[in-house]
């Protein structure tokens, strides 16, 4: 009897390696079918989520640029064994967590060169958090979370393994959407294209780089629980948790707050304290501390005590309730760093080596190598490091002997030298801003230069701004990822961390992303697209709303201050107001300050609701904030736009364009704006007359760009095409009050019909004012 048992349940274990394996966790469950595809996955209601269609697999191989699919999987307690044809096998490790499901890959056969987890097929398309890798409907949510620095979110699509776009660990598909992650096989040497640039680079192996220990985490619940669930996953894996004043930075109403960016020294450091502490900022950024980057060496002009001075900053803005910070450009070298002159540092990153064919005496021009190979691109900086020397070259032969030509020796200050055949000939990896980078061992120094500063002074805010340089060293998102980590967890106090990229790992990490800058256009023109279009990529990836930067000027107009408040109120959003040294000369800076903490009051107090929200997210729809005794009033605007455009008349034929637009409001005076929007061509004395009776002649010639601002008593201001202020005219008289109810508008002015450049004029009148309440 007892021997019948026996074999009964032998033939059971056995049956159960062959059969579905299932993942049950309170919120959800995850099944797999004996080849290791992923058949099933359900919410707690039983609903099915799993693209039947398309099931997806749980881990393929990569091998000699094949992707391979599990033919057999085998199922143990804690375990899975997955089999792949030629005799390859993956062996993964199975844990289930509260809320989630752990995978870990804890072997693997020789000469595989990468793996991949998923793609986790499934019918959910409402909302996909590309970056974070969580998809979403208003029930169910599925997530996938990386583990480790070598675990990469998103797809494989190069052999670096980096993630160009914005985030591929979720992506939509048209049966719904995907989850996946990779990890590349980093132990040995490879010689691989480097940041889709640099051709044929050897990177060197790492000890850190195998494939073993790669891990996801998968988790689905109710869309109201993924934080939450994410916070247990980061927890319980040592993954990044970051905090500000006690709290998860991904909870934290903190999380995205307002700043101000300038370049503050020692001595005027408490004016723009004083002003961020009035506008109720949550600190003071510095635009350009640093003297060179890699060593961070300060600049003495704004800090004559050196980094000691920087920490009396800091100390002052802790002493006010603020954050202080600082923007350097994360792993890139300047030339005149220590990392690269007088001696250069070894351990620069590379695009290539070769060797010398002959000797070179210290005054040679030209540099005979074996191979043009690494030195055909031109790059910014076109150098290559023979010894203690840099030299820079115009370009190589294209037939043998291959010659370096037109070197230039003893570049950035090293020192010119004589070199002997055979001696190594490495070209240096260099980036538009005529930086180099560090390889992976000194990309390491970099990162702990930077916790340094950190620690020494105290400050506590810093944008990995190009952050997109780690990947010069050939190591992808492991690189991207690990520098982030090393600074974050050598910093010894909190620090609000932003960057110029996503990224799933450094999502933990990343506290804002801020993007929008003002240097391209007018104050609501510059990049104003890009700015809307990020919000809902924000949300999405459960990152804070953010607009990007604002320039304030000694010009500012008061009303392009409401604009830009408006579109935070609308999307409940943070910026940060670039407010240099004689912004503060600005006659309005009271009433900008006003307007801010306005704004500022009203969207912490939620007093706007759905609708005014939508509303003010429309960067066309212009408002006005007020506040009484007895609340807020939100005055919002009409605007009417119409466009006058030269052309050829009969003779004694009037060039005259006649336009029409309602007032709905009480009696108010109009503020009309003149654009000549053109590529070409000039407006000369541009004249108006409303209601055939009021007739207004601006002494003025507009070239293709520029515009005109009736918008103060007996003047207007004229602003060149990026919105900067040029000069004030004097009018004689100012624009009347309108009564409520249609009235007519004539434009005339001197311009060329053959020229491209057309007159836009702009009305705007008061629509409406509510009284705003709480919600």
């Not at 190594?424 to 970099?446: A, E, G, I, M």
Request: aromatic share 10%; with cysteine.
């Amino acid at each position: 009897m007892f021997k019948y048992a026996f074999l009964f349940l032998g033939a059971l274990a056995a049956h159960s390696l062959l059969h579905a394996q299932q993942y049950n966790t309170p919120t959800f469950s995850l099944q797999l079918n004996d080849k290791g595809s992923v058949v099933s996955i359900r919410n707690n209601q039983t609903t099915e989520y799993v693209a039947t269609s398309n099931p997806g697999t749980l881990l393929q191989l990569v091998k000699n640029g094949k992707t391979i699919a599990p033919v057999k999987a085998e199922y143990k307690k804690g375990a899975i064994t997955l089999l792949y044809p030629e005799g390859n096998k993956a062996q993964v490790k199975t844990t289930i967590n509260k809320g989630y499901v752990r995978f870990e890959l804890t072997d693997i056969s020789d000469n595989v060169d990468a793996v991949i987890w998923g793609p986790l097929n499934n019918i959910v398309k409402d909302t996909i958090g590309n970056t974070v890798g969580v998809v979403r409907n208003k029930d169910f949510a599925f997530g996938i979370q990386c583990l480790n620095e070598k675990t990469t979110g998103g797809e494989m699509v190069n052999d670096e393994g980096a993630v160009y776009e914005r985030g591929t660990t979720a992506t939509a598909r048209p049966f719904g959407s995907s989850l996946q992650a990779f990890t590349v096989n980093r132990l040995h040497d490879r010689v691989i294209k480097v940041w889709d640039r640099w051709p044929a680079v050897t990177v060197k192996g790492i000890p850190e780089g195998s494939l073993k220990g790669s891990a996801i985490a998968v988790f689905g619940c109710s869309p109201s629980q993924v934080l939450s669930t994410i916070e247990v996953i980061t927890k319980q894996e040592n993954l990044p948790y970051a905090t500000w004043k006690n709290e998860w930075i991904k909870t934290s109403a903190a999380s995205g707050a307002p700043y101000m960016i300038t370049t503050f020294n020692e001595n005027n450091i408490d004016s723009f304290l004083t002003y961020a502490k009035q506008m109720g900022m949550a600190g003071v950024y510095h635009e350009e501390p640093f003297k060179t980057w890699g060593n961070f060496e300060i600049r003495k002009d704004l800090f004559p005590s050196g980094r000691e001075g920087f920490k009396k900053c800091v100390d002052k803005a802790h002493a006010m309730g603020l954050r202080l910070g600082f923007h350097t450009l994360t792993t890139f070298i300047t030339t005149n760093d220590a990392y690269v002159t007088p001696k250069p540092n070894k351990d620069l990153a590379l695009a290539g080596t070769d060797t010398l064919v002959e000797d070179l005496t210290a005054d040679a021009t030209e540099i005979t190598v074996n191979s043009p190979l690494h030195f055909t691109m031109r790059s910014d900086l076109n150098s290559v490091m023979i010894g203690d020397e840099i030299i820079r070259f115009m370009s190589v032969s294209k037939e043998a002997p291959y010659k370096l030509t037109g070197c230039v020796r003893g570049a950035f200050g090293t020192t010119k030298s004589a070199h002997k055949a055979k001696d190594l000939v490495s070209r240096l990896v260099d980036h538009p801003y005529k930086v180099f980078y560090p390889n992976w061992q000194l990309q390491k120094q970099v990162a702990k230069n930077i916790a340094d500063f950190i620690n020494e002074t105290g400050a506590d805010q810093m944008d990995f701004d190009g952050h997109e340089g780690t990947y010069a060293n050939g190591m992808g998102d492991l690189s991207f990822n690990s520098f982030a980590d090393e600074v974050f967890r050598q910093a010894k106090h909190p620090v609000v961390f932003g960057s110029s990229r996503p990224n799933h790992y450094f999502w933990h990490i990343n506290n804002y992303l801020n993007w929008g800058e003002p240097w391209y256009g007018a104050f609501r023109e510059s990049q104003s697209d890009q700015r809307i279009a990020n919000q809902k990529f924000y949300e999405d990836n459960y990152l804070p709303n953010m607009l990007g930067w604002f320039l304030i000027t000694v010009n500012t107009d008061p009303d392009d201050i409401d604009w830009m408040l408006a579109r935070a109120a609308g999307f409940n959003a943070g910026y940060a107001l670039v407010v240099r040294g004689e912004a503060l000369a600005n006659k309005n800076m009271p009433r900008i300050v006003e307007q801010i903490n306005l704004w500022t009051g009203a969207q912490k107090s939620r007093m706007f609701n759905q609708e005014q929200q939508e509303w003010l997210k429309n960067p066309a729809n212009e408002a006005h904030l007020s506040k009484k005794e007895n609340g807020y009033y939100l005055e919002s605007f009409r605007k009417f736009t119409f466009e006058h455009q030269a052309k050829a008349l009969q003779p004694g034929e009037p060039a005259i364009s006649n336009f029409s637009f309602t007032n709905n409001k009480e009696k108010q005076r109009p503020l009309i704006v003149i654009t000549a929007r053109g590529e070409d061509g000039t407006i000369v004395n541009p004249a108006i007359e409303i209601d055939n009776s009021f007739r207004l002649e601006i002494p003025v010639t507009l070239a293709a760009g520029e515009s005109v601002a009736v918008n103060e008593a007996n003047a207007a201001s004229v602003y060149n095409s990026k919105g900067k202020f040029i000069k004030k005219i004097d009018l004689g008289n100012q624009l009347p009050d309108l009564n409520t109810g249609t009235h007519s508008l004539s434009f005339e002015a001197g311009m060329d019909a053959n020229a491209s450049v057309k007159a836009v004029i702009t009305v705007r009148l008061s629509e409406k004012t509510e009284q705003l309440k709480a919600q």
